[in-house]
């Protein structure tokens, strides 16, 4: 087999360039799409993203409502602003950026937000759907990674797939959408024992642990298709890209594998949600 290196700017591409025609069609109904992005605090890289989100958003004709809240916010004041922006009808999606500062109760703001609105499936709610196969709106990164097994029809029926990492935003929702498209899924966290050993056995792996060049190409099978959700300071990958690289039948780079392709989801997210209540209205 040829060895792939799987391009997440053509998959994002492809993706945003379908949503052109439908924010136009929106914007002849008189609907301008809206995403609300809340950022508390100033970590720079969270700055970074958001931006990021906000840009892209205007580069397909999306409103992008940016909220910036001082560190010192507390849990009820943040609530606030997002029940705020749940009643506002201008706004189709909310995200709230991760990790807010420790002393807020991100769990309980993330499960303030409409389920109507929650375009990065960040509620229990969210998550369950996309757990029981059903969700409009799984967590970008995870939706994401399928776009690419999608677009690059990467086989994954009966397929072994070792996700490492648990979290509620990218660990967990991607092992179930991987069940769901019928792999057998192992999920890996830091209490696994034996990680090179599950992940020999990995027709497709999937890293989500936030540690740089954490997975080493001796780990990994020959043939396998690595996915890297990873992106740690500096531009690098939670792979070694270098060390999977040989092994790999097909491969994320980083930059340019899951991320671009995570934010073009967060846009289809928005215009899905926005032509919802057209729909419904
Ligand atoms: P997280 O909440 O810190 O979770 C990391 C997971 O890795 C945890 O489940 C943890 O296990 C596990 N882990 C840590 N050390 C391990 C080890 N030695 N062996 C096996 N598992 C280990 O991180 P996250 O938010 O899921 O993010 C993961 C990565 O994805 C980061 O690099 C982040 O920057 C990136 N990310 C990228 C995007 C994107 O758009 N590309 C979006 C979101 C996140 P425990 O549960 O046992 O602690």
């Known amino acids: 087999m040829e060895k792939?290196?799987?391009?997440g700017r053509l998959v994002a591409k492809n993706i945003?360039?379908?949503l052109i025609d439908r924010v136009k069609d929106?914007?002849?109904n008189g609907v301008t799409p809206c995403l609300a992005t809340i950022l508390v605090g100033d970590d720079p890289s969270s700055e970074t993203y958001v931006k990021m989100k906000g840009n892209a958003c205007e580069r397909i004709g999306i409103n992008s409502l940016r909220i910036h809240l001082p560190k010192e916010t507390q849990t009820e004041d943040l609530l606030k602003v997002i029940e705020e922006l749940n009643q506002d009808n201008s706004v189709h999606g909310i995200l709230l950026q991760h990790p807010v500062p420790s002393h807020i109760d991100e769990r309980k703001a993330f499960e303030s937000i409409d389920i109507e609105k929650d375009v990065d499936g960040v509620t229990s709610t969210g998550f369950g759907q996309t757990a029981f196969g059903f969700g409009k709106f799984p967590s970008c990164t995870p939706a994401a990674i399928m776009e690419i097994i999608n677009f690059y029809k990467l086989p994954v029926k009966g397929k072994h797939a070792v996700v490492v990492g648990r979290s509620p935003i990218l660990g967990k929702p991607v092992s179930?959408?991987?069940l769901n498209e019928n792999a057998t899924v192992t999920t890996c966290h830091s209490y696994t024992t034996n990680l090179p050993e599950m992940l020999m056995q990995a027709d497709i792996v999937v890293a989500?642990?936030?540690k740089p060049n954490f997975i080493k190409g001796e780990w990994i099978k020959k043939g396998a298709v690595v996915l890297d959700a990873g992106y740690n300071k500096g531009n690098i990958g939670d792979v070694d890209y270098e060390g999977c690289f040989?092994?790999?039948g097909?491969?994320?780079p980083v930059p340019g594998g899951v991320g671009p392709v995570t934010i073009s989801m967060l846009l289809k997210h928005t215009v899905d949600a926005a032509e919802s209540?057209?729909?419904y209205s």
Request: net charge positive; charged share 30%.
């Open 4 to 7: 792939v290196i799987l391009d």
């Open 246 to 248: 040989e092994k790999a």
């Open 250 to 252: 097909a491969i994320t």
């Open 208 to 210: 989500a642990v936030g």
């Open 277 to 279: 209540t057209i729909k």
């Open 26 to 28: 929106l914007k002849s």
């Open 176 to 178: 179930a959408l991987l």
């Open 16 to 18: 945003t360039e379908r």
